[in-house]
C-alpha cells in the first residue's frame, strides 16, 4: 500500500513560482510511475507531468513543458513538482498520483492510475 500528502499549495501571483511537495509513505519503491495531475473548477482533470521508475525519464503535458518539472528526493520519499512562470490558467487543485500495476504511461497520463493523494490548492491571481 502507497500513501500520497500532497502539500505546498498556495496563493502566487501572474509570473510568480511554487514547489509543490508529495511525501509518499507504506512500501514506497513499490510505484511503477509517479507524477502529478490537477483540476481546474469546471474542467476536467488533467495530468501534468511524470516519472518511470524503471529508468527515470520523464513526460509531460504540453503545457507543463518548459515550465513544469519533477523531481524526486529518494531519501526523503519525496517528489517535488517545480512550477514557474505560473498563469491564472494554472489555478487548480494539484494531485499526486502513483501507479504499481504496470500500466502503460499513456493510461497513467489519462488518469488511470492505483493511488491518489488529497490535493492541494493552487491559485494564480494578482
Known amino acids: 500500500q502507497l500513501q500520497l500528502v500532497e502539500s505546498g499549495g498556495g496563493l502566487v501571483q501572474p509570473g510568480g513560482a511554487l514547489t509543490l511537495s508529495c511525501v509518499t509513505s507504506?512500501?514506497?519503491?513499490?510505484?511503477?510511475?509517479i507524477g502529478w495531475f490537477r483540476q481546474a473548477p469546471g474542467k476536467e482533470r488533467e495530468g501534468v507531468g511524470c516519472i518511470v521508475s524503471a529508468d527515470n525519464s520523464e513526460y509531460y503535458a504540453d503545457f507543463a513543458k518548459g515550465r513544469f518539472t519533477i523531481s524526486k528526493d529518494n531519501a526523503k520519499s519525496t517528489v517535488y513538482l517545480q512550477m514557474n512562470s505560473l498563469q491564472p490558467e494554472d489555478t487548480a487543485v494539484y494531485y499526486c498520483?502513483?501507479?504499481?500495476?504496470?500500466?502503460?504511461?499513456?493510461?497513467?497520463?489519462?488518469?488511470?492510475?492505483?493511488?491518489w493523494g488529497q490535493g492541494t490548492q493552487v491559485s494564480v491571481s494578482s
Open positions: 498520483a502513483a501507479e504499481t500495476s504496470g500500466r502503460p504511461i499513456a493510461a497513467f497520463m489519462d488518469g488511470t492510475s492505483d493511488y
Open positions: 507504506g512500501f514506497t519503491l513499490d510505484y511503477k510511475i
